[in-house]
């Protein structure tokens, strides 16, 4: 038997194996040869073919005459594949139409709301059309005085019908005269209204079943319509976990903010202070104008005597004020232990 170095005699794809092709240059050159000596991989090749007029011996094959004999039959399986890949294709198309036929009368699961006035009719139709529970996030500090407008009309309006409305501030509007009216007005009339140290984006849930989401940090100029059920869950985790960590506005008086939560947020500022976070950074994040900021760091910077923003930084991640379980207690000025 033939001997070549192949793989076992298989062809391997743009090799040509040097055992088959010394011994197909000795058949040409001599006429014939022994049939057992012709390497395996020449024969799969067509490329050598028993001499009729001499049993054992062998003689070369045109490589156009072999070409014929060996790729039909790999032409023919590719001829054959192609038309199965056309039949499971057209029949592919008649279930891809049903199914498109079906989703168009779908409503989008994801939808860009471009412009005021067409996110405001979108808000105002779902809030309109909410039956059992509203959930609403709103970050930042105090809202206009035009938008509280439109907000109370719309709420008190909904709440008439017996729907329940969380909403979730930042602390700092609780120094805000026109949104502590709004809260005031909208919790008579039922609402609950929370405030936490940090919300973490605007946004509006409707019966679970719709939500709204900024596209943009603007939060203006366009809206994400929000109707996949799995989005909407993680969604309406996230404000119930939020929700849970608030501390609730009480009304009758509208009292100043608590110790507690004047703390919480001093401590949420200087933990910005320790990352590195600029004043503007942390006015955003807070809610709050850069100068109330600045005033609270500059408060703190003479209780601790520091003379700069990196000692500052320093003294409150060595001091273990903003990693205690109680709201930090500084001392006043002067008296520093």
Not at 190 to 199: F, N, P, W, Y
Not at 221 to 237: C, E, G, V
Not at 267 to 278: D, F, K, N, P, Y
Not at 333 to 337: E, L, M, N, Y
């Given at each position: 038997?033939?001997?070549?170095?192949c793989?076992?005699?298989?062809?391997?794809?743009?090799?040509?194996?040097?055992?088959?092709?010394s011994?197909?240059?000795?058949?040409?050159?001599?006429?014939?040869?022994c049939?057992?000596?012709?390497?395996?991989c020449?024969r799969?090749?067509?490329?050598v073919a028993?001499?009729?007029?001499?049993?054992?011996?062998?003689?070369?094959?045109?490589p156009?005459?072999?070409?014929?004999?060996?790729?039909?039959?790999?032409e023919e399986?590719?001829?054959d594949q192609?038309?199965?890949?056309r039949?499971?294709?057209a029949?592919l198309?008649v279930?891809?139409?049903?199914?498109d036929?079906?989703?168009k009368?779908?409503?989008?699961?994801?939808?860009?709301?471009?412009?005021?006035?067409?996110?405001?009719n979108a808000?105002?139709a779902?809030?309109?059309?909410c039956?059992?529970?509203?959930?609403?996030?709103?970050?930042?500090?105090?809202?206009?005085a035009?938008?509280l407008?439109?907000?109370?009309?719309?709420?008190?309006r909904?709440?008439?019908?017996g729907v329940?409305?969380r909403?979730?501030?930042?602390?700092t509007?609780?120094?805000?005269?026109?949104?502590l009216?709004?809260?005031?007005?909208v919790t008579?009339a039922?609402?609950?209204?929370?405030?936490?140290?940090?919300?973490f984006?605007?946004?509006?849930?409707?019966?679970?079943?719709?939500?709204?989401?900024?596209?943009?940090?603007?939060?203006s100029?366009?809206?994400?319509?929000?109707?996949?059920?799995?989005?909407?869950?993680?969604?309406?985790?996230l404000?119930?976990?939020?929700?849970?960590?608030?501390?609730?506005?009480?009304?009758?008086?509208?009292?100043a903010?608590?110790?507690?939560?004047?703390?919480?947020?001093q401590?949420?500022?200087?933990?910005?202070?320790?990352?590195?976070?600029?004043?503007?950074s942390?006015?955003?994040?807070m809610?709050?104008s850069?100068?109330?900021?600045?005033?609270?760091?500059?408060?703190?910077?003479?209780?601790?005597?520091?003379?700069?923003?990196?000692?500052?930084?320093?003294l409150?991640?060595?001091?273990?004020?903003?990693?205690?379980?109680?709201?930090?207690r500084?001392?006043p000025?002067?008296?520093?232990?």
């Open positions: 038997m033939g001997r070549c170095r793989n076992g005699g298989e062809l391997l794809p743009g090799r040509v194996c040097g055992d088959a092709l011994f197909y240059r000795s058949v040409l050159r001599e006429g014939t040869a049939q057992e000596a012709a390497p395996p020449l799969a090749l067509g490329l028993e001499d009729p007029g001499a049993p054992g011996a062998t003689t070369a094959v045109p156009e005459a072999a070409a014929i004999a060996v790729l039909r039959p790999i399986a590719i001829a192609q038309r199965t890949y039949s499971v294709q029949m198309s279930f891809t139409r049903t199914y036929d079906a989703r009368h779908e409503q989008p699961t994801l939808t860009v709301l471009a412009g005021a006035q067409v996110i405001s808000l105002e779902a809030v309109d059309g039956r059992e529970e509203l959930l609403t996030t709103q970050p930042g500090g105090g809202r206009p035009h938008l407008g439109e907000a109370l009309e719309r709420d008190v909904m709440l008439a019908r329940r409305q909403t979730l501030y930042q602390h509007v609780r120094s805000h005269a026109p949104t009216a709004y809260i005031e007005q008579a039922g609402a609950e209204v929370h405030t936490l140290v940090e919300v984006e605007r946004m509006i849930i409707c019966d679970r079943e719709v939500a709204f989401i900024p596209t943009s940090e603007e939060r100029d366009s809206a994400l319509q929000i109707r996949h059920p799995a989005l909407l869950r993680f969604l309406a985790a404000f119930d976990n939020a929700w849970a960590r608030s501390v609730p506005v009480e009304t009758g008086g509208l009292p903010r608590s110790p507690l939560i004047t703390s919480d947020v401590r949420a500022i200087l933990q910005a202070v320790v990352s590195g976070e600029t004043d503007d942390i006015a955003r994040r809610g709050m850069r100068r109330s900021v600045a005033k609270h760091i500059s408060r703190v910077s003479r209780q601790l005597g520091s003379g700069s923003r990196a000692q500052l930084g320093y409150l991640a060595t001091s273990g004020l903003l990693w205690r379980g109680e709201p930090a500084l001392a000025p002067g008296r520093r232990s």
